[in-house]
Protein backbone atom coordinates (compact mmCIF):
# COMPACT_ATOMS: atom_id res chain seq x y z
CA UNK A 1 0.00 0.00 0.00
CA UNK A 2 2.81 2.60 0.95
CA UNK A 3 4.60 1.27 -2.06
CA UNK A 4 1.65 2.25 -4.30
CA UNK A 5 1.74 5.62 -2.66
CA UNK A 6 4.81 6.34 -3.06
CA UNK A 7 5.20 5.38 -7.24
CA UNK A 8 1.94 7.80 -7.26
CA UNK A 9 3.13 10.60 -5.77
CA UNK A 10 3.15 13.40 -8.36
CA UNK A 11 6.85 14.94 -7.06
CA UNK A 12 8.71 11.40 -7.53
CA UNK A 13 6.55 10.56 -11.08
CA UNK A 14 8.25 14.19 -12.00
CA UNK A 15 11.32 13.19 -10.72
CA UNK A 16 11.67 10.09 -12.45
CA UNK A 17 10.51 12.05 -15.88
CA UNK A 18 13.08 14.71 -15.02
CA UNK A 19 15.79 11.77 -14.64
CA UNK A 20 14.42 10.11 -17.78
CA UNK A 21 14.84 12.79 -20.08
CA UNK A 22 18.45 13.85 -18.75
CA UNK A 23 19.70 10.06 -19.49
CA UNK A 24 17.95 9.62 -22.66
CA UNK A 25 20.29 13.09 -23.88
CA UNK A 26 23.09 11.88 -21.82
CA UNK A 27 23.51 8.55 -23.29
CA UNK A 28 23.02 10.21 -27.00
CA UNK A 29 25.05 12.67 -26.45
CA UNK A 30 28.06 11.77 -23.90
CA UNK A 31 27.99 8.11 -24.88
CA UNK A 32 27.04 8.47 -28.50
CA UNK A 33 24.54 5.53 -28.01
CA UNK A 34 22.37 4.86 -31.15
CA UNK A 35 18.43 6.79 -29.65
CA UNK A 36 16.77 3.60 -30.31
CA UNK A 37 19.35 1.69 -27.86
CA UNK A 38 19.09 4.90 -25.70
CA UNK A 39 15.14 5.19 -26.17
CA UNK A 40 14.59 1.53 -25.25
CA UNK A 41 16.87 1.25 -22.04
CA UNK A 42 15.32 4.55 -20.85
CA UNK A 43 12.09 3.31 -21.30
CA UNK A 44 12.69 -0.07 -19.20
CA UNK A 45 14.33 1.72 -16.48
CA UNK A 46 11.43 4.19 -16.46
CA UNK A 47 9.17 1.72 -16.27
CA UNK A 48 10.73 -0.38 -13.22
CA UNK A 49 11.13 3.10 -11.37
CA UNK A 50 6.91 4.02 -11.81
CA UNK A 51 6.17 0.26 -10.38
CA UNK A 52 5.09 -1.00 -13.44
CA UNK A 53 4.81 -4.86 -12.72
CA UNK A 54 7.98 -7.04 -14.31
CA UNK A 55 4.61 -9.26 -15.88
CA UNK A 56 3.47 -5.84 -17.57
CA UNK A 57 6.68 -4.17 -19.05
CA UNK A 58 7.32 -6.01 -22.04
CA UNK A 59 3.43 -5.60 -23.32
CA UNK A 60 3.21 -2.03 -22.04
CA UNK A 61 6.47 -1.75 -24.17
CA UNK A 62 5.05 -3.50 -27.33
CA UNK A 63 1.85 -1.86 -26.83
CA UNK A 64 3.38 2.11 -27.42
CA UNK A 65 5.88 0.83 -29.90
CA UNK A 66 3.05 -1.20 -32.03
CA UNK A 67 0.67 1.66 -31.92
CA UNK A 68 3.36 4.31 -33.24
CA UNK A 69 4.92 1.45 -35.71
CA UNK A 70 1.10 0.50 -37.26
CA UNK A 71 0.85 3.62 -38.32
CA UNK A 72 4.27 5.59 -39.37
CA UNK A 73 5.54 2.78 -41.12
CA UNK A 74 2.81 2.37 -43.64
CA UNK A 75 2.65 6.03 -44.24
CA UNK A 76 6.46 6.85 -44.60
CA UNK A 77 7.13 3.66 -46.14
CA UNK A 78 4.39 4.10 -49.24
CA UNK A 79 6.07 8.20 -49.21
CA UNK A 80 9.37 7.03 -49.53
CA UNK A 81 8.84 4.34 -52.72
CA UNK A 82 6.58 7.37 -54.55
CA UNK A 83 9.71 9.85 -53.63
CA UNK A 84 12.38 7.24 -55.11
CA UNK A 85 10.66 6.88 -58.18
CA UNK A 86 10.08 10.68 -58.73
CA UNK A 87 13.91 10.85 -58.02
CA UNK A 88 15.31 8.29 -59.79
CA UNK A 89 12.85 9.36 -63.25
CA UNK A 90 14.65 12.97 -63.23
CA UNK A 91 11.23 14.58 -62.00
CA UNK A 92 13.31 16.94 -59.36
CA UNK A 93 15.21 18.34 -62.84
CA UNK A 94 12.29 18.89 -65.15
CA UNK A 95 10.16 20.69 -61.83
CA UNK A 96 13.14 22.49 -60.87
CA UNK A 97 13.79 23.68 -64.76
CA UNK A 98 10.46 23.96 -66.00
CA UNK A 99 9.49 26.60 -62.88
CA UNK A 100 12.72 28.62 -63.75
CA UNK A 101 11.80 29.00 -67.11
CA UNK A 102 8.33 30.27 -66.14
CA UNK A 103 9.40 32.16 -63.45
CA UNK A 104 12.46 33.86 -65.05
CA UNK A 105 16.38 33.06 -63.77
CA UNK A 106 15.54 36.20 -62.01
CA UNK A 107 13.58 34.39 -59.49
CA UNK A 108 14.90 31.33 -59.51
CA UNK A 109 15.50 31.09 -55.67
CA UNK A 110 11.72 31.39 -55.77
CA UNK A 111 11.30 28.98 -58.50
CA UNK A 112 13.63 26.39 -56.92
CA UNK A 113 12.27 26.66 -53.74
CA UNK A 114 8.66 26.20 -54.92
CA UNK A 115 10.33 23.19 -56.60
CA UNK A 116 11.43 21.84 -53.33
CA UNK A 117 7.83 22.09 -51.93
CA UNK A 118 6.48 19.86 -53.94
CA UNK A 119 9.58 17.69 -54.16
CA UNK A 120 9.48 17.45 -50.42
CA UNK A 121 6.15 16.66 -50.16
CA UNK A 122 6.80 12.70 -50.40
CA UNK A 123 10.24 12.66 -49.88
CA UNK A 124 13.08 13.23 -47.03
CA UNK A 125 15.03 16.14 -46.19
CA UNK A 126 18.12 14.24 -46.70
CA UNK A 127 17.45 12.46 -50.02
CA UNK A 128 15.46 15.84 -51.18
CA UNK A 129 18.47 17.60 -50.66
CA UNK A 130 20.83 15.33 -52.54
CA UNK A 131 18.92 14.96 -55.11
CA UNK A 132 18.23 18.78 -55.48
CA UNK A 133 21.85 19.95 -54.83
CA UNK A 134 23.44 19.68 -58.21
CA UNK A 135 20.37 21.43 -60.10
CA UNK A 136 20.80 24.76 -57.08
CA UNK A 137 24.68 25.06 -57.79
CA UNK A 138 24.28 24.36 -61.78
CA UNK A 139 21.31 27.43 -61.53
CA UNK A 140 24.00 29.33 -59.42
CA UNK A 141 26.67 29.18 -61.81
CA UNK A 142 24.83 30.21 -64.21
CA UNK A 143 22.78 33.43 -62.47
CA UNK A 144 25.60 34.28 -60.39
CA UNK A 145 25.72 35.54 -56.53
CA UNK A 146 26.62 33.73 -53.54
CA UNK A 147 25.14 29.68 -54.06
CA UNK A 148 23.14 30.57 -50.55
CA UNK A 149 20.58 32.41 -52.69
CA UNK A 150 19.33 29.28 -53.82
CA UNK A 151 20.51 26.39 -51.44
CA UNK A 152 18.92 27.92 -48.28
CA UNK A 153 15.33 28.64 -50.17
CA UNK A 154 15.22 25.22 -50.92
CA UNK A 155 16.64 23.50 -47.72
CA UNK A 156 14.45 25.55 -45.83
CA UNK A 157 11.16 24.18 -47.84
CA UNK A 158 12.45 20.34 -47.04
CA UNK A 159 12.99 21.56 -43.85
CA UNK A 160 9.50 22.96 -43.30
CA UNK A 161 7.38 20.02 -45.28
CA UNK A 162 9.98 17.30 -43.41
CA UNK A 163 9.01 19.15 -39.88
CA UNK A 164 5.11 19.96 -40.64
CA UNK A 165 3.49 17.98 -43.37
CA UNK A 166 2.26 14.03 -43.06
CA UNK A 167 3.41 11.64 -44.36
CA UNK A 168 6.91 12.53 -43.15
CA UNK A 169 7.42 10.80 -39.87
CA UNK A 170 7.69 13.58 -37.28
CA UNK A 171 4.33 14.92 -37.88
CA UNK A 172 2.54 11.59 -38.19
CA UNK A 173 3.96 10.10 -34.85
CA UNK A 174 3.13 13.10 -32.92
CA UNK A 175 -0.44 13.32 -34.93
CA UNK A 176 -1.21 9.89 -33.47
CA UNK A 177 -0.17 10.14 -30.41
CA UNK A 178 -2.28 13.40 -29.65
CA UNK A 179 -5.00 11.83 -31.47
CA UNK A 180 -5.12 14.32 -34.27
CA UNK A 181 -6.47 14.14 -37.65
CA UNK A 182 -3.77 13.34 -40.03
CA UNK A 183 -6.12 14.65 -43.15
CA UNK A 184 -7.35 18.05 -40.81
CA UNK A 185 -3.37 17.92 -39.69
CA UNK A 186 -2.34 18.28 -43.38
CA UNK A 187 -4.37 21.12 -44.43
CA UNK A 188 -2.79 22.75 -41.71
CA UNK A 189 0.68 21.85 -42.28
CA UNK A 190 0.70 22.98 -45.54
CA UNK A 191 -1.36 26.08 -44.45
CA UNK A 192 1.34 26.97 -42.26
CA UNK A 193 4.41 25.75 -44.29
CA UNK A 194 4.11 27.70 -47.21
CA UNK A 195 3.90 31.41 -45.36
CA UNK A 196 6.82 29.61 -42.45
CA UNK A 197 8.75 28.63 -45.91
CA UNK A 198 8.69 32.39 -47.45
CA UNK A 199 9.42 34.61 -44.67
CA UNK A 200 12.11 32.57 -42.83
CA UNK A 201 13.92 30.81 -45.59
CA UNK A 202 12.98 32.33 -48.96
CA UNK A 203 13.09 35.98 -47.56
CA UNK A 204 16.17 35.07 -45.44
CA UNK A 205 18.13 32.96 -48.49
CA UNK A 206 17.72 36.16 -50.14
CA UNK A 207 19.14 38.40 -46.85
CA UNK A 208 22.21 35.50 -46.31
CA UNK A 209 22.89 35.66 -50.16
CA UNK A 210 23.51 39.68 -49.59
CA UNK A 211 25.24 39.17 -46.48
CA UNK A 212 27.25 36.08 -47.13
CA UNK A 213 28.89 35.64 -50.40
CA UNK A 214 29.28 32.08 -50.67
CA UNK A 215 31.00 30.55 -53.78
CA UNK A 216 30.11 27.07 -55.89
CA UNK A 217 30.66 24.10 -53.16
CA UNK A 218 33.62 22.43 -54.72
CA UNK A 219 31.66 19.19 -54.52
CA UNK A 220 30.02 20.60 -57.70
CA UNK A 221 32.63 22.64 -59.07
CA UNK A 222 31.81 21.32 -62.59
CA UNK A 223 28.54 22.83 -63.38
CA UNK A 224 27.91 22.65 -66.71
CA UNK A 225 25.58 19.70 -66.78
CA UNK A 226 22.60 18.61 -64.53
CA UNK A 227 22.43 14.79 -63.72
CA UNK A 228 20.78 13.17 -65.79
CA UNK A 229 18.92 10.33 -64.60
CA UNK A 230 16.73 8.96 -67.57
CA UNK A 231 17.10 9.55 -71.39
CA UNK A 232 13.21 10.80 -71.76
CA UNK A 233 12.78 12.48 -68.27
CA UNK A 234 8.91 12.68 -67.76
CA UNK A 235 6.60 15.62 -68.49
CA UNK A 236 6.57 18.56 -66.10
CA UNK A 237 2.29 17.93 -66.16
CA UNK A 238 3.27 14.17 -64.78
CA UNK A 239 5.72 15.07 -62.00
CA UNK A 240 2.66 17.71 -61.29
CA UNK A 241 0.06 15.71 -61.43
CA UNK A 242 1.76 12.66 -59.30
CA UNK A 243 2.78 15.24 -56.57
CA UNK A 244 -0.78 16.81 -56.05
CA UNK A 245 -2.80 13.45 -56.21
CA UNK A 246 -2.16 12.52 -52.68
CA UNK A 247 -2.44 16.28 -51.39
CA UNK A 248 -5.94 16.41 -53.48
CA UNK A 249 -7.42 13.12 -52.28
CA UNK A 250 -6.75 13.71 -48.82
CA UNK A 251 -8.24 16.94 -48.78
CA UNK A 252 -11.10 14.87 -50.30
CA UNK A 253 -11.72 13.05 -47.01
CA UNK A 254 -11.11 16.67 -45.04
CA UNK A 255 -13.67 17.82 -46.93
CA UNK A 256 -16.51 15.84 -46.72
CA UNK A 257 -15.62 15.06 -43.19
CA UNK A 258 -16.43 18.81 -42.58
CA UNK A 259 -19.74 18.81 -44.22
CA UNK A 260 -20.92 15.77 -42.58
CA UNK A 261 -20.67 17.78 -39.62
CA UNK A 262 -21.97 21.11 -40.81
CA UNK A 263 -25.24 19.00 -42.02
CA UNK A 264 -24.32 20.17 -45.39
CA UNK A 265 -24.50 16.30 -46.80
CA UNK A 266 -26.30 13.50 -45.55
CA UNK A 267 -24.30 10.10 -44.91
CA UNK A 268 -24.37 7.40 -47.71
CA UNK A 269 -22.67 4.95 -49.34
CA UNK A 270 -20.84 7.18 -52.20
CA UNK A 271 -19.92 9.62 -49.41
CA UNK A 272 -18.35 6.87 -47.05
CA UNK A 273 -16.36 5.66 -50.58
CA UNK A 274 -15.01 9.12 -51.32
CA UNK A 275 -13.71 9.07 -47.89
CA UNK A 276 -12.08 5.77 -47.90
CA UNK A 277 -10.17 6.73 -50.70
CA UNK A 278 -9.00 10.05 -49.12
CA UNK A 279 -8.04 8.60 -46.19
CA UNK A 280 -3.83 8.86 -46.05
CA UNK A 281 -2.90 5.32 -46.62
CA UNK A 282 -5.76 4.39 -49.29
CA UNK A 283 -4.31 8.16 -50.94
CA UNK A 284 -0.67 7.38 -50.89
CA UNK A 285 -1.21 3.82 -52.09
CA UNK A 286 -3.50 5.01 -55.16
CA UNK A 287 -0.41 7.35 -55.71
CA UNK A 288 2.30 4.71 -55.96
CA UNK A 289 -0.31 2.72 -58.00
CA UNK A 290 -0.17 5.39 -60.22
CA UNK A 291 3.13 6.05 -60.11
CA UNK A 292 4.05 1.78 -61.22
CA UNK A 293 1.82 2.38 -63.91
CA UNK A 294 2.81 5.48 -65.49
CA UNK A 295 6.26 4.82 -65.53
CA UNK A 296 6.29 0.96 -65.51
CA UNK A 297 7.07 1.14 -69.27
CA UNK A 298 10.24 3.31 -68.81
CA UNK A 299 11.75 1.25 -66.04
CA UNK A 300 10.43 -2.14 -66.99
CA UNK A 301 8.28 -4.13 -63.38
CA UNK A 302 11.49 -5.50 -62.50
CA UNK A 303 13.33 -2.02 -62.03
CA UNK A 304 10.34 -0.31 -60.18
CA UNK A 305 10.35 -3.48 -57.92
CA UNK A 306 14.08 -2.85 -57.26
CA UNK A 307 13.59 1.53 -56.40
CA UNK A 308 10.96 0.32 -54.26
CA UNK A 309 13.17 -2.00 -52.37
CA UNK A 310 16.03 0.52 -51.70
CA UNK A 311 13.64 3.28 -50.94
CA UNK A 312 12.67 0.99 -47.43
CA UNK A 313 16.47 0.47 -46.39
CA UNK A 314 17.10 4.22 -45.39
CA UNK A 315 13.90 4.60 -43.94
CA UNK A 316 14.75 1.72 -41.36
CA UNK A 317 16.42 3.59 -38.86
CA UNK A 318 13.44 6.91 -39.09
CA UNK A 319 11.00 4.26 -38.26
CA UNK A 320 12.50 2.40 -35.46
CA UNK A 321 13.45 5.68 -33.54
CA UNK A 322 10.02 7.17 -34.19
CA UNK A 323 8.72 3.67 -33.08
CA UNK A 324 10.85 4.10 -29.97
CA UNK A 325 9.59 7.14 -29.23
CA UNK A 326 6.20 6.31 -29.49
CA UNK A 327 7.48 3.54 -26.75
CA UNK A 328 8.84 5.47 -24.40
CA UNK A 329 5.37 7.33 -24.56
CA UNK A 330 3.62 4.08 -23.63
CA UNK A 331 5.81 3.73 -20.45
CA UNK A 332 5.57 7.62 -19.88
CA UNK A 333 1.69 7.45 -19.71
CA UNK A 334 1.24 3.74 -18.13
CA UNK A 335 3.59 5.16 -15.14
CA UNK A 336 1.71 8.08 -14.41
CA UNK A 337 4.41 10.69 -15.38
CA UNK A 338 2.33 12.25 -17.88
CA UNK A 339 -0.49 12.71 -15.95
CA UNK A 340 1.82 14.36 -12.79
CA UNK A 341 3.00 16.36 -15.67
CA UNK A 342 0.23 17.66 -16.64
CA UNK A 343 -1.00 18.29 -13.30
CA UNK A 344 2.12 20.35 -13.26
CA UNK A 345 1.77 22.44 -15.82
CA UNK A 346 -2.00 22.84 -15.54
CA UNK A 347 -0.82 24.59 -11.96
CA UNK A 348 1.57 26.96 -13.92
CA UNK A 349 -1.27 28.24 -15.92
CA UNK A 350 0.98 27.86 -19.31
CA UNK A 351 -0.91 27.19 -22.16
CA UNK A 352 -0.38 23.23 -23.83
CA UNK A 353 0.67 24.86 -27.25
CA UNK A 354 3.56 26.83 -25.04
CA UNK A 355 4.72 24.04 -23.02
CA UNK A 356 4.54 21.85 -26.59
CA UNK A 357 7.28 24.45 -27.92
CA UNK A 358 9.10 24.87 -25.10
CA UNK A 359 9.41 21.09 -24.25
CA UNK A 360 10.09 20.61 -27.95
CA UNK A 361 12.86 22.52 -28.25
CA UNK A 362 14.54 22.16 -24.85
CA UNK A 363 14.87 18.88 -26.08
CA UNK A 364 15.96 19.65 -29.87
CA UNK A 365 18.70 21.65 -28.45
CA UNK A 366 20.00 19.04 -25.99
CA UNK A 367 20.21 15.68 -28.19
CA UNK A 368 19.68 16.76 -31.94
CA UNK A 369 17.51 15.03 -32.85
CA UNK A 370 14.09 16.08 -34.45
CA UNK A 371 12.20 12.77 -34.72
CA UNK A 372 13.27 12.24 -31.22
CA UNK A 373 12.40 15.74 -29.85
CA UNK A 374 8.78 15.65 -31.40
CA UNK A 375 8.02 12.08 -30.37
CA UNK A 376 9.08 12.21 -27.36
CA UNK A 377 7.64 15.74 -26.48
CA UNK A 378 4.13 14.62 -27.85
CA UNK A 379 4.59 12.00 -25.08
CA UNK A 380 4.75 14.04 -22.79
CA UNK A 381 2.04 16.24 -23.87
CA UNK A 382 -0.53 13.97 -25.05
CA UNK A 383 -2.12 13.50 -21.55
CA UNK A 384 -2.02 17.30 -21.08
CA UNK A 385 -4.41 17.23 -24.50
CA UNK A 386 -6.58 14.48 -22.94
CA UNK A 387 -7.39 15.97 -19.83
CA UNK A 388 -8.08 19.43 -21.59
CA UNK A 389 -11.17 20.84 -22.03
CA UNK A 390 -12.31 22.69 -25.23
CA UNK A 391 -10.37 21.73 -27.67
CA UNK A 392 -10.87 21.38 -30.82
CA UNK A 393 -9.56 19.21 -33.49
CA UNK A 394 -7.66 22.07 -35.17
CA UNK A 395 -6.70 22.99 -31.38
CA UNK A 396 -4.75 19.14 -31.33
CA UNK A 397 -3.21 20.33 -35.19
CA UNK A 398 -2.04 23.55 -33.86
CA UNK A 399 0.21 22.03 -30.88
CA UNK A 400 1.48 19.20 -33.19
CA UNK A 401 3.01 22.16 -35.54
CA UNK A 402 4.19 23.87 -32.08
CA UNK A 403 6.23 20.69 -30.86
CA UNK A 404 7.75 20.35 -34.95
CA UNK A 405 8.42 24.20 -34.35
CA UNK A 406 10.05 23.78 -31.11
CA UNK A 407 11.81 20.45 -32.87
CA UNK A 408 12.80 22.42 -35.49
CA UNK A 409 14.95 25.37 -34.00
CA UNK A 410 18.31 25.95 -33.36
CA UNK A 411 20.20 23.08 -35.41
CA UNK A 412 23.86 22.78 -34.35
CA UNK A 413 26.25 21.06 -34.32
CA UNK A 414 25.07 17.78 -32.79
CA UNK A 415 22.04 17.78 -35.77
CA UNK A 416 22.90 15.70 -38.82
CA UNK A 417 21.13 17.93 -41.04
CA UNK A 418 23.97 20.69 -39.62
CA UNK A 419 26.59 18.84 -40.73
CA UNK A 420 24.90 17.59 -44.29
CA UNK A 421 24.35 21.22 -45.19
CA UNK A 422 27.63 22.58 -44.31
CA UNK A 423 29.93 19.72 -46.37
CA UNK A 424 27.49 19.82 -49.05
CA UNK A 425 27.84 23.75 -49.35
CA UNK A 426 31.19 23.87 -48.65
CA UNK A 427 31.06 25.98 -45.66
CA UNK A 428 32.62 26.08 -42.29
CA UNK A 429 31.21 25.51 -39.05
CA UNK A 430 30.85 29.38 -37.74
CA UNK A 431 28.94 30.48 -41.26
CA UNK A 432 26.82 27.76 -41.14
CA UNK A 433 25.58 28.76 -37.73
CA UNK A 434 25.15 32.17 -38.84
CA UNK A 435 22.97 31.01 -41.96
CA UNK A 436 21.54 27.56 -41.62
CA UNK A 437 21.10 27.52 -37.57
CA UNK A 438 19.57 31.01 -37.77
CA UNK A 439 16.93 30.14 -40.87
CA UNK A 440 15.82 26.79 -39.07
CA UNK A 441 15.38 28.76 -35.77
CA UNK A 442 13.40 31.35 -38.02
CA UNK A 443 11.12 28.51 -39.53
CA UNK A 444 10.14 26.97 -35.82
CA UNK A 445 9.56 30.18 -34.18
CA UNK A 446 7.48 31.52 -37.23
CA UNK A 447 5.59 28.04 -37.74
CA UNK A 448 5.09 28.19 -33.56
CA UNK A 449 3.89 31.61 -34.00
CA UNK A 450 1.17 30.97 -36.56
CA UNK A 451 -0.36 28.06 -34.71
CA UNK A 452 -0.59 29.66 -31.73
CA UNK A 453 -2.63 32.86 -33.61
CA UNK A 454 -4.55 30.50 -35.85
CA UNK A 455 -5.18 28.90 -32.67
CA UNK A 456 -6.61 31.56 -30.50
CA UNK A 457 -8.79 33.06 -34.00
CA UNK A 458 -10.16 29.99 -34.64
Not at 17 to 36: E, S
Not at 102 to 113: H, K, T
Not at 118 to 134: K, Q, S, W, Y
Not at 337 to 356: C, K
Request: glycine fraction near 10%.
Amino acid sequence: MQDAVFYSSPFYLLLVGLVALFTLVFLIIRCQLHAFIALLLVSIGTALACGIPAENLVPTLLSGLGSTLASVALLVGLGSMIGKILQVSGGATVLAETLIRRFGEDRAPLALGIASLLFGFPIFFDAGLMVMMPILMSVASRVGGSSLTYALPAAGAFAVMHALVPPHPGPVAAGELLGADLGLLLVCGICIAIPTWYLGAYCYGLYAGKRFYLPISRLFSDPGELPVTDAQPPAFSLVLAILLTPVLLIFLDTGLSTLLVAGAIQPAFWVDALRLVGKTPVALLITLLLCLLLFGRRFGQRQLNKLCSESLAPICVVVLVTGAGGMFGGVLRAGGIGDALAGALNDTGMPAILAAFVIAACLRVAQGSATVALTTTAALIAPIVDAATGLSSLDICFIVIAIAGGATVLSHFNDSGFWLVSRLLDMDEKTTLQTWTVMETLLGCIAFVLAACLSVML
